[in-house]
């Protein structure tokens, strides 16, 4: 059975850190784009990060570039989102999800192209 699982999710004050994980089971990460979307209470879900299968590229979206860091630890079968400088805003379900790997990240995290499996989320709070 193919399942994606985050970890990490908490409360953090501002400027604080986390670090999410995304494990896979029942596949290998290794072929598949791997992005990370949020949804806040009462918005839209948006793309975050992706990383890309084939030479592991990153895309970031503008409102988390310079602060979070997307990377793959491909013999754990895991992808990892460090956050960084959290914000209030920063605050909402963390989801994991994966894509055929012959579509570019930008494409991912703009929206452009939709992703196969999701994970059921893991919750991140930002507030002191």
């Known amino acids: 059975q193919l399942q994606l699982v985050e970890s990490g999710g908490g409360l953090v004050q501002p400027g604080g850190s986390l670090r999410l994980s995304c494990a896979a089971s029942?596949?290998?990460?290794?072929?598949?784009?791997i992005g990370w979307f949020r949804q806040a209470p009462g918005k839209e879900r948006e793309g975050v990060s992706c990383i890309s299968s084939s030479d592991g590229s990153t895309y970031y979206a503008d409102y988390v570039k310079g602060r979070f860091t997307i990377s793959r630890d491909n013999a754990k079968n895991t992808v990892y989102l460090q956050m960084n400088s959290l914000k209030p805003e920063d605050t909402a379900v963390y989801y994991c999800a994966s894509g055929p790997g012959l579509y570019s990240c930008l494409g991912y995290v703009e929206g452009v192209y939709g992703m196969d499996y999701w994970g059921k989320g893991t919750l991140v709070t930002v507030s002191s």
């Open positions: 029942g596949f290998t990460l290794d072929y598949y784009a």
